[in-house]
């Protein structure tokens, strides 16, 4: 039997009353007992939370916890981030689907960005799901990853997929959705996807629900911004899902104050759009992902030869004439590169390409190649393209959440992956955002849970206990680059186990804590 706890005095914030209210808050046998004032004790354990904020656990729109979750690598920081539901299957790229050769086109984009992978494949969402309900560090929602489906029925190929593989790829979809999975996520820049045309991704999408969320990643963050939102518009009108934009930006030269334009745009659009952000100027993504699309297709391993070879010198001519791609915004002077802590490299980190070309007399192609075979592929770059005010600007908007892309491999460097929400309550809390802390949580919680067609994120009685007690007096800004432990969670729940206590990671891992879409498991 669960110990029933009783968290006495703190100021209780349901996810979604637009007040909060000091008040007692029981857990009992997992769920959310009672609220109230000067509740008994009962046998409960009580715990003094006077002068701190009790909150629902955070839902991360935006995970890369998929490994994670099921290892432990780097869940110390996502718990003390105050995440307790990680939706995960982002950008393309997941664990569910990818088996077989695609379980190793997958390992070669998501190492950098998940750390280690566990030795078990899935060949579905359901098998991905019913592996987490065995035990898992964190509740775990997944999307259809987009890319992982292409790679399974496609594998490495970077052409157009015929009509026999598109309706493969979507039988795989509508499988994943009928499984429970909360989406389906698209990686458009990120190999095997980036081959994909806007018609295959009609095709492949056709038939699902009406209303399902498409998250995206989007085809260009640089010049093609537009058109690359007019592809996700037309994708969703055909088929009549609903545009969710994955950690979405207006970065780059001239775009300073243009936010307001693009939320205008998805106002007025015939369906309703929603957004993730995370609270920093600087992006984050793997190294190989700033390579010529002439060798994505390729394994790590085979292109680790190609650049040692005699192509790597025109590989890094190709770079320098085209510059970073489509993923990044702007030019080589904002992108660092890091994760080098243990290479001969290590005095390159967080430094930018432009300043070690100029330093060391080469070119930015040729540091980037140079990073990626000393790495094995397995460093990130930090890109430092976005605007204050364009940050600001979405995630005041009601059509807002909270979503970290924390990258949880190579070091963890940056931020964004333990401290999106604290920084994000921690501008609320200051004023400086134009938005309450009522109803920055309600984005953390209760409108991500909406979205996503959780049961969680909420304090109401019956739902989960996945419960935070957060002490404000140490919710800070922290840093812009590197890793960062957070300071602010004194306590937290999930299924009303104790997760952190006094400050301090317990390592809980526990069964049954998969999230289906429309269940409030």
Same mark, same amino acid.
Request: charged share 20%; net charge negative.
């Given at each position: ?13 349901? &996810? ?46 935006? +995970? ?16 003390? +981030? ?23 086109? /997958?390992?070669?984009?998501?190492? *950098? ?79 095997? #996807? ?7 991704? %009609?095709?492949? *999408? ?28 037309? %994708? ?5 899902? @609903?545009?969710? $934009? ?22 007025? @659009? +015939? ?39 005699? #192509? ?12 970073? =791609? ?7 002077? *904002? ?16 430094? @930018? ?21 000393? *790495? ?24 807002? /959440?909270?979503? +970290?892309?924390? %990258? ?32 920055? %949580?309600?984005? /953390? ?8 067609? $959780?049961?969680? =994120? ?23 680059? &590197? ?19 006094? =400050? ?18």
């Amino acid at each position: 039997m669960k110990t029933s706890y009783l968290l006495r005095g703190g100021a209780v914030f349901s &996810g979604i009353s637009p007040r909060r209210s000091r008040a007692d808050l029981r857990i009992a046998d997992g769920l959310i007992a009672e609220i109230g004032p000067s509740l008994p004790a009962d046998g409960s354990k009580v715990i003094d939370v006077e002068g701190m904020w009790v909150t629902p656990g955070f839902i991360d729109a935006h +995970s890369h916890a998929d490994a994670a979750v099921l290892t432990g690598e780097g869940m110390d920081v996502r718990a003390l +981030s105050g995440v307790t539901t990680e939706i995960v299957g982002q950008d393309g790229l997941g664990l569910s689907f990818a088996y077989g050769a695609a379980h190793q086109v /997958m390992a070669d984009s998501l190492g *950098t960005i998940v750390g280690q992978l566990p030795d078990a494949q899935f060949s579905d969402a359901e098998q991905f799901l019913r592996f987490i309900d065995l035990a898992a560090f964190a509740r775990v929602a997944t999307l259809v990853p987009h890319g992982a489906v292409r790679a399974t029925v496609m594998g490495r190929n970077l052409r157009e997929a015929t009509l026999e593989e598109r309706n493969d790829m979507r039988r795989h979809i509508a499988l994943g959705m009928a499984q429970g999975a909360v989406g389906v996520s698209t990686g458009l820049t990120y190999a095997p #996807a980036l081959a994909a045309s806007t018609q295959e991704l %009609i095709d492949v *999408t056709s038939g699902l629900p009406e209303g399902t969320p498409y998250v995206t990643h989007l085809r260009s963050y640089g010049n093609d911004l537009d058109r690359s939102l007019d592809e996700a518009f037309a %994708i969703c009108s055909r088929n009549d899902l @609903s545009l969710h $934009l994955s950690h979405f930006h207006v970065s780059g030269p001239g775009r300073a104050g243009s936010a307001d334009r693009y939320i205008q745009r998805f106002r007025n @659009s +015939s369906r309703p759009v929603t957004w993730d952000t995370y609270p920093y100027t600087a992006g984050c993504t793997f190294i190989g992902a700033l390579l010529p699309v002439s060798v994505q297709s390729n394994s790590t391993q085979d292109l680790t030869a190609i650049l040692n070879g005699t #192509a790597g010198a025109a590989l890094a001519r190709e770079l320098d004439a085209l510059g970073p =791609g489509p993923t990044i915004a702007a030019g080589w002077e *904002t992108i660092h590169v890091a994760g080098l802590e243990a290479t001969r490299l290590h005095p390159w980190n967080y430094r @930018s390409v432009t300043e070690l070309a100029e330093e060391t007399g080469e070119t930015c192609g040729s540091i980037v190649l140079q990073v990626f075979l000393e *790495t094995a592929g397995s460093a990130c770059v930090l890109v430092d393209q976005g605007h204050p005010d364009n940050i600001r600007e979405l995630a005041s908007a009601p059509e807002h /959440m909270v979503g +970290s892309d924390g %990258i949880l491999g190579a070091g963890m460097p940056h931020p964004r992956v333990s401290n999106s929400f604290f920084r994000f309550l921690d501008w609320a809390n200051r004023g400086l955002l134009p938005v309450t802390v009522e109803t920055m %949580i309600a984005k /953390m919680t209760s409108r991500t849970a909406d979205r996503f067609a $959780l049961g969680s =994120g909420r304090l109401t009685p019956g739902r989960p206990a996945d419960v935070l007690v957060i002490r404000p007096d140490a919710l800070e800004e922290g840093p812009a680059m &590197g890793p960062y432990r957070p300071r602010a969670l004194h306590r937290s729940f999930i299924d009303g186990e104790p997760v952190v206590v006094d =400050g301090s990671w317990q390592g809980t891992k526990l069964p049954g804590l998969a999230a289906r879409r429309n269940n409030q498991s």
